[in-house]
């Protein structure tokens, strides 16, 4: 990456975007020190202009932004770099030091946490259970989701349509990692679908 220092003054502002749900984390800002040491240690590292110093983001809490990828804007003089995130990221132990009212993004999160069920069964895991009984029964369980959600819609209230959703949507994550495919093939497929 050819990224421009110089441009304002030895340092770029540099965005945290978590990897999976896309929810913006924070923003710091880099000198070419931060940034060599970034690429090297695969964590992310600032320069604090209070502290007149590099710091690696979790060096004292231990919640680590490990560097997934990298993007330089046009201009050439902002990062923004997708993480996974170790713990919360803002230091008053919020996920994110922007206060949203909710995480937009939790559907991702959740397709991790689904992800974690499965490469680490907990007998009492609703997940865990379900992949016991197989893809069949988890198959079974979205189309009975998907009949309950258009009963629901039809004849129900709102919460109960919502609810009937939330379910639906729930179990076609289990399925899909049932079929080693994520939100992200989804979203690929939808994409390359929709004509302009």
Same mark, same amino acid.
């Given at each position: 990456?050819?990224?421009?220092?110089?441009?304002?003054?030895?340092?770029?502002p540099?965005v #945290?975007?978590?990897?999976?749900?896309l929810?913006? /984390?924070?923003?710091?800002?880099?000198?070419?020190? @931060?940034?060599t040491k970034?690429?090297?240690?695969g964590?992310?590292t600032?320069?604090?202009?209070t502290?007149?110093?590099?710091?690696?983001?979790g060096?004292?809490s231990?919640? %680590? /932004?490990?560097v997934?990828e990298?993007?330089?804007?046009?201009?050439?003089?902002? *990062?923004?770099?997708?993480?996974?995130?170790?713990?919360?990221t803002?230091?008053?132990?919020?996920?994110?030091?922007?206060k949203?009212?909710?995480?937009?993004?939790?559907?991702?999160e959740l397709?991790?946490? #689904? @992800?974690?069920? %499965?490469?680490?069964?907990?007998?009492?895991? %609703?997940v865990?259970?379900?992949?016991?009984?197989? *893809?069949?029964? #988890? @198959?079974?369980?979205?189309?009975?989701?998907?009949?309950?959600?258009?009963?629901?819609?039809?004849?129900?209230?709102?919460?109960?349509?919502?609810?009937?959703?939330?379910? *639906?949507v729930?179990?076609?994550?289990?399925?899909?990692?049932?079929?080693?495919?994520?939100?992200?093939?989804?979203?690929?497929?939808?994409?390359?679908?929709?004509?302009?």
């Open positions: 990456m050819n990224i421009d220092f110089e441009k304002s003054n030895g340092l770029i540099v #945290i975007q978590d990897a999976q749900t929810e913006v /984390l924070m923003l710091g800002y880099m000198n070419q020190e @931060a940034w970034t690429q090297n240690e964590k992310v600032f320069f604090s202009r502290k007149n110093r590099l710091w690696t983001k060096e004292s231990g919640n %680590y /932004l490990n997934i990298s993007h330089l804007d046009c201009d050439n003089d902002t *990062l923004l770099i997708k993480v996974n995130p170790i713990g919360p803002c230091h008053t132990g919020n996920r994110s030091c922007f949203t009212n909710y995480n937009q993004n939790f559907i991702f397709e991790n946490i #689904i @992800a974690d069920r %499965y490469a680490n069964p907990n007998e009492a895991s %609703y865990n259970k379900l992949r016991q009984k197989g *893809l069949n029964k #988890i @198959a079974q369980k979205v189309g009975e989701e998907g009949v309950e959600t258009v009963i629901a819609a039809l004849n129900e209230t709102e919460v109960d349509f919502v609810n009937e959703s939330s379910d *639906l729930f179990h076609l994550l289990v399925l899909l990692k049932e079929k080693g495919k994520s939100l992200n093939d989804i979203a690929l497929n939808l994409e390359s679908r929709h004509k302009k």
